[in-house]
């Protein structure tokens, strides 16, 4: 129980400094030091908001081996967890235009300068969604998730604090962006939960994530938006 305690505080003060402190220290400093250039390649922003991500994700990884938790889990797949996963795609797909709809103007100005508008930028985009999609399944599905149940025994309260967090670390892009990643939180943990491990959770994620920022990418450029810096 001690290494438990010790290794969940360890757990979340990690995520209170990369998803708290280091942002609020990224925007301080930009604020102070303005960047010269009007704009930051797309591949800089994808790799600065990777390292959070992986951080969480390889902190998640050791703790949870050394105190016996599982993190990837088995796969058990059958026709109706895919007819489950497709239906809730296919809402998330139907909400969207609403949620853009109540997204505020500074937040669709954040969310326009992050997402791939060109061929090459959305290849960019196919390939780093899997960045997030694997790094934050481990996180909060496997690694935080699996701290909390220990601690607690409950399933239900450590979904709902997983979630939580999941949609505290999204508050960036709005309280449309909070509800909805609680939510979604809420499902990733129920899929782990019917297919026994994170692999279904992952690629749900992963193709949320891409097809959101493609749709995103597509959208006509909100120019009278002023220029927001990179994500810190």
Request: proline share 5%.
């Amino acid at each position: 129980m001690p290494l438990l305690l010790f290794s969940s505080a360890i757990l979340i003060s990690a995520w209170i400094y990369f998803v708290i402190i280091g942002p609020v220290i990224a925007r301080k400093h930009q604020k102070e030091h303005p960047v010269s250039q009007p704009s930051i390649p797309l591949s800089k922003i994808y790799k600065l908001m990777s390292i959070p991500t992986l951080s969480l994700a390889c902190l998640a990884l050791a703790l949870g081996f050394s105190n016996h938790i599982q993190i990837f889990g088995s796969i058990k797949f059958d026709s109706g967890i895919l007819f489950l996963a497709l239906g809730v795609l296919a809402l998330n797909m139907c909400l969207e235009p609403l949620e853009w709809k109540c997204t505020s103007r500074e937040k669709r100005q954040i969310l326009l300068r992050m997402s791939p508008r060109t061929i090459k930028e959305r290849l960019l985009w196919i390939l780093f969604m899997w960045v997030p999609a694997i790094g934050e399944e481990i996180f909060y599905r496997a690694g935080l998730f699996g701290f909390i149940y220990r601690l607690t025994g409950s399933y239900w309260t450590a979904t709902f604090i997983s979630a939580v967090l999941f949609a505290a670390a999204h508050r960036r892009y709005g309280l449309q962006a909070i509800i909805s990643s609680f939510l979604i939180g809420l499902v990733l943990q129920y899929f782990v939960y019917l297919s026994g491990g994170l692999y279904l959770s992952i690629a749900f994620h992963y193709v949320v994530n891409v097809i959101n920022g493609i749709i995103t990418g597509s959208r006509k450029t909100e120019t009278e938006f002023p220029e927001v810096p990179a994500p810190g």
